[in-house]
């Protein structure tokens, strides 16, 4: 196997540059993972390219070479520059990015539509109930965090590649044309909305569940062009719940019967 | 209001102490939180003692000194010392910690029971989702992360002094004695259970949710000790979901019954 054994390699900048931008993602229809366990579960939604591992990674997990893709070898010090944290498992690859259009969108499903939901570990959090709970799709508006950036990819423990997963722009827009095909869509929202326990969990034509950010929530337009509103009763001895966790108890509600 | 200069006031000290120290947090019944939100929130279930703030936050939050307590200013890098992490908001406090035991738990209520649940981050999101879902205790088992360490009260948001947390030693007794009382005691367990949507809601005579750790989940020991078990059924698109997720779902089905 070919070692790279500098930093300057341009198929390491190439990596490296998937990793901090994305917009050269989009561009170039890839992205980079890291993760002994991240990595091959992501071969399971998505095609591998290209495969980094440090010797001694190699040697932990000899089942890495198993994987499709070219193999390199890499110096620790070009692992940890793949790395965007401190900390790594010397394992990287560079995926082909699934691509999803709202065309896919199709009556009797069971999507989650975010708007600008910025956490990295929210959005790879509720990928990964969604993915849980049946869900046939993800809706991200702009301004969401990059399901395909470091952070988000571990949060979502590969769930990234297990759901599809939409750029849907403005989601008022998005919202109308999954109405036009019959599916209800409800807003989460803190203030004249239905509590959850009194929304049905059965939809013969499709449901969205859409969820906006941790500190504004979903903007007016949004929540205008939503069929109707739910909310998790609480008592008042918090003020609010962590949006991931708010998120992922509206997908168990609305999961697919068969759960 | 006097002003701390020094990084080694005795009271500034006996605050960091407090931090970084579970021991003498036990041993002072105190803690110290920090946080121009969390601080007043904190108020709410626990007494404030100290108050230390630099000038800046004063002026941002000149409410804070309605606060009860002494009240210190501190300079800006004896609130670095204070602050466990990087960035902070220049408010501390150092609070009398609430304490329950196990002789509080009732027939007909509502517990959460945790054992050797060891991330701050998963702690504390569950204590708020307990709140929020009108539990009546939390029960904690030895090997589980601080209530009342920086990170947890963080993850809480304050949730830590609004519903009682108990430390309850090991698991299996603490569970013998809430069966004693007629409690329903359920344990989350991914194989031979039964699903969630089988598991009834109300519990007349109580009931307590039982949650291990993230990577071993519960012991043995303690699976045998409660009345029965369950999961939160997924499809196979994921491996597991996050214990944090996972446990405020469960604290969801079982909550109050108003909510």
């Not at 000899?62 to 193999?71: A, F, Q, T, V």
């Not at 793949?82 to 259009?101: K, N, S």
């Not at 423990?157 to 998005?174: D, N």
């Not at 205008?224 to 509103?229: D, I, K, M, Q, V």
Request: with cysteine.
């Amino acid at each position: 196997m070919e070692k790279i054994t500098s930093r300057e390699n341009a198929k390491v900048k190439y990596a490296c540059r998937l990793a901090s931008s994305g917009a050269f993602r989009r561009a170039e229809g890839r992205f980079l993972a890291e993760g002994r366990k991240l990595c091959p579960e992501l071969c399971r939604g998505a095609e591998l390219e290209t495969l980094f591992c440090t010797e001694s990674a190699l040697e932990k997990c000899p089942e890495l070479s198993e994987l499709p893709g070219e193999h390199y070898l890499v110096e620790d010090h070009v692992a940890d520059k793949l790395a965007d944290v401190g900390t790594h498992q010397g394992v990287f690859g560079v995926f082909r990015t699934p691509v999803h259009t709202l065309e896919e969108v199709k009556t009797g499903g069971r999507y989650l539509a975010l708007e600008r939901v910025q956490d990295p570990g929210n959005v790879g959090t509720l990928l990964r109930s969604a993915a849980a709970f049946g869900f046939d799709g993800v809706l991200l508006s702009d301004g969401c965090a990059s399901v395909f950036a470091p952070k988000t990819l571990r949060a979502s423990m590969g769930a990234a590649v297990r759901i599809p997963v939409i750029e849907a722009g403005k989601l008022p827009e998005a919202i109308a044309l999954l109405r036009g095909k019959g599916i209800t869509c409800l807003a989460a929202a803190l203030y004249q909305s239905q509590p959850l326990s009194a929304a049905a969990s059965g939809y013969p034509d499709g449901v969205c569940v859409v969820i906006g950010s941790e500190g504004q929530g979903l903007t007016d337009e949004t929540i205008a062009a939503c069929t109707g509103t739910v909310r998790i009763p609480m008592t008042d001895r918090v003020e609010s719940l962590n949006a991931g966790i708010a998120g992922s108890i509206l997908l168990w509600h609305f999961r697919e019967e068969s759960l």
